[in-house]
């Protein structure tokens, strides 16, 4: 087969588990990808696009064996494949994987973005560690990220589970410091707190 014919079924068939994944079907996007991978047709695309059903449903097994099987056949990993994978395991507050991962990422050279790190604040926050979740917040300006509404969010929820009012109070305070981001946020945090939801 040419090799021009190639590229147009690999990006046929990404367009393809693009769909299936915005449709929420991953099992058929993951069946998809696998007759891809037995082809030799199988991109950093199409990984990314597995990751990506496998972290909307908080499958972090099949989104860790994913970026391994990317290894076996010599696919690289960018930010957005972590990303998805690190999401995954967010889902399922599975955050030593979460940062496993985001380790993995620094040692391969992938850029660590403020997703990242999100994904893996937010995961700490789910499994109610908070002292992670604290320790990775502290370090986002070392990485020269800047936190958003989400980082906030995850913080606060994580001091919200250790009743740590006063932590969730003053994270409150420097997210209002914020400007725009803190009005648009401010109505539904705050009800969030009152009635003890999740943020």
């Known amino acids: 087969m040419e090799a021009g014919h190639v590229q147009k079924d690999v990006v046929t068939l990404n367009t393809c588990l693009s769909a299936m994944v915005a449709a929420a079907k991953w099992q058929r996007a993951l069946t998809l990808l696998q007759g891809m991978v037995c082809s030799n047709l199988a991109d950093v695309v199409s990984f990314t696009e597995g990751l990506a059903a496998c972290g909307a449903v908080s499958r972090w097994l099949q989104a860790v ?28 507050a599975c955050w030593t994987t979460a940062l496993l991962l985001a380790e993995d990422m620094r040692r391969r050279q992938v850029q660590q973005t403020l997703v990242s790190m999100n994904s893996c604040i937010s995961a700490a926050s789910n499994a109610a560690v908070w002292v992670m979740a604290a320790s990775l917040f502290e ?19 994580a001091f919200q589970k250790a009743a740590r009012w006063q932590d969730a109070l003053h994270v409150m305070a420097m997210w209002q410091g914020r400007g725009s981001q803190w009005t648009q946020a401010r109505m539904k945090m705050s009800n969030c707190l009152r009635h003890g939801h999740k943020l």
Request: proline residues 0%.
């Open 139 to 157: 370090n986002l300006q070392n990485m020269h990220l800047v936190a958003d509404g989400i980082t906030y969010g995850s913080m606060i929820n």
């Open 65 to 92: 064996a994913l970026l391994r099987e990317a290894d076996e056949v010599a696919v690289a990993h960018d930010s957005h494949s972590y990303n998805s994978a690190i999401s995954a395991c967010d889902g399922a």
